[in-house]
């Protein structure tokens, strides 16, 4: 059927030694459209499936990056029975990082464990590619020099150390950031392990990668270095690679490696070749095959084509049209299946729903004709015209009459309207949810190519507008969305278009593309006011994503200027507002956008939050109502209404909420950790120990979980497994200063002081302004009897926070300790002028007034700390429970020591857990060392608690 020597230069590959100096491993297919490239790429893959032990995958212009194309790759090998395991796993890996960290910039966390850890605000999130795209563009591609100056590298360079900086507070791995900072790094080497092993257990592997003129650009640096760098590993030399396209392989790339390429230029077949492919569709008299020639001018897919229209029988066919279609429809007869054909080239692909929709209702039932075409490739359950043909077409019909082609256009517009709508339906009202979904992303782009095709002009601006939410979600749909511009703009010849595919295509092939895209639709006088205010709106996100919310307010103030009637710059501004603090102004942009959008979940949202962070909770809990009410899916606002139940106290209410937010999203790692923190502050241990493990089981690399875990165990008593958690954190990471004062707390509690106080130093040589573990070293000193050394620690803990009450209370102890009655005094007072609320810092005070002869004073201290505890301890929760432990040490203090025992019982029969009953016996402890004559009525209160804690 011809290309027999292109065939036969292929199949002697097989006889050949892969490992010969000279064996072709890698082949370049190369001829213009329609000499038979893909043709003869079958051709040759189903050769290669012909030989024992030979697996193949094929790869078209579907793919749109590396990543892509190895899925491919791995999924093709995969239904051969050889799939790439480790690679599909370290892929699922990777978006389930990424999304942990799309999470992450959305979820209102607190800090690791540490108090006032500062929360990180809800934004709405977008992929994680788009932040590190604005934070580093990297170097530019060669011919991108177009793009220089584009964004200031100072900031650049600053938003790169902050998103390494945001990446590494919630993945904590530093594979894991490398992973979604560089997935390539992370993959190409497993890929290349696991195609290794496939290549081991079979005699040839060979790659296909077809319509390579189109994928050859975001594909060559990749399959170069693949092929003969050593940067992701070695390719088995059993491996062949197969590319074929329209033009030459770009030297810039290949230029060293030109050399060991096997060229197989094909060019239109020799009459001969012709002859050959006619016979074998039964077209063998002389007047046809002449026919065929000169219409044709050999070119294989039209000699292939017409010899299928007229199968030997000999009709007359009269002289030929000067056009391509009329060739390519020469030998249909029926005119209602000829405008069949003319119209279902209009679409990029096709249905048989669309095809019913497009063709006249007496050629519907001939989709599976349409699909027999010659010219027609079939596809997935869809079909595809060939280029050649499709173009010349097009070319007619737009020419031929342009309302009708604007009206043929509009309809298929409203056809992927129409299934665009259909999908968004079951995706709440959030634009970025709706991105996120692939068949809704394709109904889009099929809709914004008809509209173009349809009013090129008119539709750029919406086109450009939408670009930004492109550039939201990852390389690859902004690659495919630069190509719907571009083609748009070959198929009507509208060079604007065509110049803005190319301006996002080349901004795609950039390390870091989204500040260079944004900058690109800022600058463009085709885009309007609306579309600005969202490119303003996006970059401003992408800024508040990197932590730099000033330069974000900058940008949506901007926004709201441009488009003061749209609701989503108002959300972005209220937005930052509330992550800057600025809570008022955040409740008033807010309110803004919802009054112009009463259906905006996001924005009832943040400003639910902006309520709960004023104290304003009823108008918190109303808003996160909204905000479920219109997107029952809106995991982050079960989230976020969890918070507010916890801040009163409702804590089966915020169990409810966390549980929804997880059957929503079951990878939401910060509603796992806040919920186990949460069972943790209710004494449900095991619980807790269970969230952390999922944590951990999610994410082995999660030092925050591991820690948090340690802590739970801890207080469970289990301390070499704590310890043993902590040390896994600081192994992942060294410079994990929370941890290491969080295992010196451990030490200390196992009596193993001298590594307890290695690793508070440890962790204040990390952190030397950590007034936490400065605070919890001077008591393991207090406890040692090295006051001085203690009271230094906490004076430099008060000098870092001087509202610290609890360091305070520490130094008057050992202020009193010394002897050092006026300075004792001195921070008792401060204590309860920071919180006259707090039963410990009264009763601290009246011990002290009582050790330095103020007795008057002494007894008011006390009945203010026994009046407060009694206040607290009739409630419940943890407070409860605090309070509860005060009125023990409290009646010690006061030498009534028949009702401490009773209520030692009372709180041993609520089951606090082993943690507060060991706090209980500690805090005895040290009123017995400030207090020695009240010694004899702590002594059989102690015995009672540890007596508990034996038998628990």
Not at 216 to 237: A, N
Not at 617 to 627: C, N, Q, S, Y
Request: negative net charge.
């Amino acid at each position: 059927m011809g290309r027999r020597g292109e065939l036969a230069v292929f199949r002697e590959t097989f006889a050949r030694d892969p490992e010969g100096a000279d064996f072709p491993f890698l082949f370049h297919v190369r001829g213009n459209g329609g000499v038979g490239k893909s043709t003869l790429v079958r051709q040759w893959e189903s050769t290669a499936r012909e030989q024992p032990s030979v697996v193949t995958a094929y790869v078209d212009d579907e793919v749109h990056d590396a990543l892509e194309a190895m899925e491919a790759v791995s999924a093709r090998l995969g239904r051969q029975g050889h799939p790439l395991k480790r690679f599909d796993k370290q892929l699922t890996t990777y978006r389930q990082r990424r999304h942990q960290a799309e999470s992450a910039v959305a979820a209102p966390q607190s800090g690791p464990g540490e108090p006032g850890a500062a929360a990180a605000g809800p934004s709405p999130s977008s992929a994680v590619a788009a932040q590190v795209g604005l934070a580093g563009l990297g170097a530019l591609v060669p011919g991108a020099a177009l793009f220089t100056g584009a964004v200031d590298p100072q900031q650049v360079a600053l938003g790169a150390d902050r998103v390494r900086a945001m990446l590494n507070t919630r993945l904590r791995s530093h594979d894991d950031v490398q992973l979604v900072m560089n997935p390539l790094t992370g993959l190409a080497p497993v890929f290349l392990d696991d195609l290794a092993e496939v290549a081991e257990r079979c005699e040839r592997v060979v790659l296909f990668f077809d319509v390579y003129e189109r994928t050859g650009p975001v594909l060559d640096t990749w399959l170069r270095t693949i092929t003969f760098g050593d940067e992701y590993g070695s390719l088995p030399v059993n491996v062949q690679i197969v590319l074929a396209g329209q033009l030459r392989l770009d030297t810039r790339v290949w230029g060293d490696r030109l050399g060991q390429v096997t060229e197989v230029s094909l060019e239109v077949f020799s009459e001969e070749e012709a002859r050959t492919l006619l016979a074998t569709h039964g077209v063998t008299d002389e007047p046809s095959i002449e026919l065929v020639l000169r219409l044709s001018g050999r070119l294989p897919l039209l000699v292939d084509m017409l010899a299928r229209s007229d199968p030997g029988g000999g009709a007359a066919t009269g002289d030929p049209s000067e056009t391509a279609v009329e060739r390519f429809l020469k030998w249909e007869p029926d005119p209602e299946r000829r405008e069949a054909a003319l119209a279902c080239a209009l679409p990029l692909q096709t249905d048989e729903d669309i095809y019913r929709a497009v063709v006249p209702e007496s050629a519907a039932g001939s989709y599976a004709w349409l699909r027999g075409l010659a010219f027609v490739s079939p596809q997935a359950g869809r079909c595809r015209y060939h280029d050649v043909v499709r173009a010349a077409m097009l070319r007619l019909q737009r020419t031929r009459s342009p309302a009708r082609w604007q009206q043929a256009h509009t309809l298929l517009a409203d056809v992927f309207r129409q299934r665009r709508l259909a999908v968004e339906a079951d995706l709440g009202t959030d634009p970025e949810d709706f991105w996120k979904e692939a068949v809704w992303r394709e109904h889009r782009l099929n809709e914004t190519y008809h509209l173009l095709c349809a009013n090129p002009r008119t539709a750029l601006a919406d086109a450009l507008r939408e670009s930004a939410h492109a550039i939201g979600l990852d390389v690859a749909t902004l690659r495919r969305w630069a190509q719907i511009l571009g083609g748009a703009g070959l198929d009507t010849d509208t060079e604007a278009l065509v110049s803005w595919g190319e301006r996002l295509e080349a901004a795609a092939e950039q390390e870091q593309p989204g500040a260079v895209v944004l900058t690109l639709l800022l600058k463009a006088s085709e885009l309007d006011a609306s579309g600005r205010a969202l490119a303003y709106t996006v970059r401003a996100e992408e800024y508040r994503h990197v932590g730099d919310a000033r330069s974000a307010l900058a940008d949506c103030e901007a926004a709201v200027a441009l488009a003061p009637d749209a609701a989503r710059p108002h959300a972005g501004l209220g937005e930052t507002f509330r992550v800057l603090g600025r809570y008022e102004e955040s409740v008033a942009s807010c309110t803004r956008a919802v009054e112009i959008d009463p259906g905006y979940a996001l924005a009832f949202g943040s400003r639910g939050d902006a309520y709960r962070n004023l104290g304003r909770h009823d108008e918190a809990f109303a808003d996160f109502g909204r905000a479920i009410e219109i997107d029952r899916r809106y995991a982050w606002a079960y989230g976020s209404r969890a918070r507010v139940y916890e801040a009163l106290e409702r804590h089966e209410e915020a169990l409810a909420d966390y549980d929804r937010a997880l059957e929503i999203d079951p990878l939401y790692e910060w509603a796992v950790g806040s919920r186990a923190q949460l069972f943790e502050r209710m004494g449900r241990y095991e619980e807790a120990l269970a969230d952390y493990d999922r944590a951990v089981e999610m994410d082995p690399q999660y030092a925050w979980a591991l820690g948090s875990r340690a802590r739970v165990k801890k207080d469970m008593g289990r301390l070499e497994e704590a310890v043993a958690d902590y040390s896994r954190a600081v192994e992942i990471l060294p410079d994990y200063a929370w941890a290491f004062q969080g295992r010196a707390q451990v030490y200390a509690g196992m009596g193993r002081h001298d590594e307890a106080l290695a690793d508070f130093a440890r962790a204040l040589e990390l952190r030397p302004g950590y007034g936490w573990a400065l605070g919890n070293r001077g008591e393991l000193y207090e406890k040692l009897g090295r006051r001085e050394e203690a009271v230094a620690d906490f004076t430099r803990a008060i000098e870092i926070d001087p509202a610290s009450d609890w360091v305070l209370g520490a130094r008057a102890r050992t202020y009193l300790c010394l002897g050092r009655h006026e300075d004792a005094l001195a921070d008792c007072a401060r204590t309860v002028e920071i919180d006259p609320r707090d039963g410990w810092n009264q009763m601290l005070y009246g011990v002290v007034l009582r050790a330095a002869g103020d007795t008057p004073a002494a007894e008011a201290r006390f009945a203010e700390a026994l009046r407060l505890f009694t206040e607290e301890g009739a409630g419940a929760g943890d407070a409860a429970v605090n309070a509860r432990q005060g009125l023990i040490v409290l009646h010690c203090a006061l030498f009534d020591h028949g009702a401490a025992a009773s209520v030692a019982e009372a709180l041993i029969a609520l089951g606090p857990g082993r943690n507060l009953i060991e706090e209980a016996v500690e805090d005895l402890s040290l009123l017995g060392a400030l207090c020695p004559e009240a010694g004899p009525g702590i002594e059989p209160v102690t015995r009672r608690l540890r007596e508990t804690l034996r038998q628990g």
